[in-house]
């Protein structure tokens, strides 16, 4: 059984920064991408960060460029997102996906695997 389990959330202030972890398990971690997609309330799910399988490829959408970080360790089994200089705008909560066959790695839809997410709220 697969599973993704996010964790890191929280309340910040504005300025402030946070490293969420999405733990995985029942899959062969090293052959998956991986990807952070968020929702704010009232809002559809987008997307925020991924990282190829090998770490080699990294993408961000362009709200979050410069201050969000995605990153892996495939030993063990975890991919993270170092948030910093947040905003009140990236109040939501934060999903992070697993995808084994190498879409666009901004795409929703390829991603195989949710995890239950994890709020972040940004005070002003």
């Known amino acids: 059984q697969v599973q993704l389990v996010e964790s890191g959330g929280g309340l910040v202030q504005a300025g402030g920064s946070l490293r969420l972890s999405c733990a995985a398990s029942g899959l062969s971690f ?25 770490g080699e490829t990294t993408a961000y959408t362009d709200a979050v460029k410069g201050r969000f970080t995605i990153s892996r ?46 709020q972040v709220t940004v005070s002003s």
């Open 30 to 54: 090293g052959n998956f991408d991986m990807g952070w997609f968020r929702q704010a309330p009232g809002k559809e799910r987008e997307f925020v960060a991924a990282i190829r399988w090998n």
């Open 73 to 118: 360790d495939n030993a063990k089994r975890t991919v993270y997102l170092r948030m910093s200089s947040l905003k009140p705008e990236d109040t939501a909560v934060y999903y992070c996906a697993a995808d084994r066959w190498g879409g666009g790695l901004d795409r929703a839809n390829n991603y195989e695997y949710w995890g239950q997410g994890t």
